[in-house]
């Protein structure tokens, strides 16, 4: 069983910084693609920024410039830096990961438990 144990949300001001962390355990082989989702209430969940295995990233046009993604193969974690942050950033941010578990001979996408990201005055 792999999990994906995030950490670092919660409120901050507009203008304001945060830095999500996401790591992962289990009997992993290796992982592939890392990424970061939101979901606002009644919203469908989005893509915010992708990071491959050797490090290339792709962003949600409205985070471009502001949030940062980056990953620590070693500590098998990913972050998400967000920078200049903005009402409409509010939302559940879910880490997932496409994985190679020991046992398995193929990757499986994995989802975090979410933290909570309020931007607010």
């Known amino acids: 069983q792999v999990q994906l144990v995030e950490s670092g949300g919660g409120l901050v001001q507009p203008g304001g910084s945060l830095r999500l962390s996401c790591a992962a355990s289990?009997?992993?082989?290796?992982?592939?693609?890392m990424g970061w989702y939101r979901q606002a209430p009644g919203k469908q969940r989005e893509l915010v920024a992708v990071?491959?295995?050797?490090?290339?990233?792709n962003y949600a046009d409205s985070v471009k410039g502001r949030f940062t993604i980056s990953r620590d193969n070693e500590k098998k974690t990913v972050y998400l830096q967000m920078n200049s942050l903005k009402p409409e950033d509010t939302a559940v941010y879910y880490c997932?990961?496409?994985?190679?578990?020991?046992?398995?001979?193929?990757?499986?996408?994995?989802w975090g438990q979410g933290t909570q990201v309020t931007v607010s005055s």
């Open positions: 289990g009997s992993i082989y290796s992982i592939n693609t």
């Open positions: 990071i491959s295995s050797g490090g290339s990233t």
């Open positions: 997932n990961a496409n994985i190679v578990l020991a046992s398995s001979g193929s990757y499986r996408l994995y």
